[in-house]
């Protein structure tokens, strides 16, 4: 079984561009987080979807957003990008909520703004 | 604000030294996952505790739980090359839709 892909596996953007990020999750698994780790620090949570529906949000400014869809399937959206977005976005997937389930992480996208 | 602090940060060692590495908090947590980091990779779980005193052991890793849920510790017997990576512990609360992630502590371990 495939386990949690993301797309693309690098990507460099300049400031103000936006950026789409993909990731599907494993075949079975309901539950999509997104997680942004800068270099040198543990990743930092921005969202969790579950069943198509936000059930979590990190302290992460507007211009994050995401979305779930039918096949479970999620995309993460930044707009404006800032140098300081600069990081490896991380997906994860669970059957049901996180903070009980193991969590299977993809191996990430590696985001530079320039 | 649930705040998860490793210690220590980066750790250098020999090839069949035993190392341990600690990760606190002030908050109570329902479960403490550790996870361990590759270069270029995502993390991936080790082992998840929830019951306050409990040890796991995973061939040459131990882990601990704390009686009150709030901090934990790894330790690794006879160090391996292999075992180099970046040790992430990661806490979930019932209520939250996420994990708290500590910054990890950075383990190189030279043959």
């Known amino acids: 079984d495939a386990g949690v892909t993301q797309s693309p596996t690098h990507l460099i953007k300049t400031r103000g561009q936006h950026v789409t990020l993909r990731c599907s999750p494993i075949s079975g698994h309901k539950s999509v987080s997104w997680y942004q780790q800068v270099l040198g620090q543990g990743p930092q949570f921005i969202f969790q979807?579950?069943?198509?529906?936000?059930?979590g949000r990190g302290n992460f400014p507007d211009r994050f957003s995401a979305r779930q869809f039918p096949n479970y399937s999620s995309e993460l959206n930044v707009n404006a990008l800032l140098l300081g977005d600069s990081a490896l976005y991380l997906c994860?997937?669970?059957?049901?909520?996180?903070?009980?389930?193991?969590?299977?992480f993809g191996s990430g996208t590696q985001l530079s703004v320039l | 604000t649930q705040l998860l602090e490793q210690s220590p940060q980066f750790l250098s060692i020999q090839e069949g030294e035993n190392l341990t590495v600690y990760c606190n908090s002030s908050s109570v947590f329902s479960s403490l996952q550790w996870y361990r980091q590759e270069p270029g990779e995502g993390p991936v779980l080790l082992v998840t505790?929830?019951?306050?005193?409990e040890v796991k052991k995973l061939k040459r890793l131990t882990f601990q739980f704390g009686d009150a849920r709030k901090d934990s510790s790894l330790h690794i017997t006879a160090a391996q090359p292999g075992d180099t990576g970046l040790y992430l512990c990661?806490?979930?609360?019932?209520?939250?839709?996420?994990?708290?992630f500590g910054k990890g502590t950075m383990l190189l371990v030279s043959p």
């Open positions: 505790v929830v019951t306050g005193g």
């Open positions: 990661a806490g979930g609360s019932s209520g939250y839709s996420t994990l708290t």
């Open positions: 979807y579950y069943e198509k529906e936000e059930r």
């Open positions: 994860a997937s669970s059957l049901a909520h996180p903070s009980r389930e193991k969590l299977f």
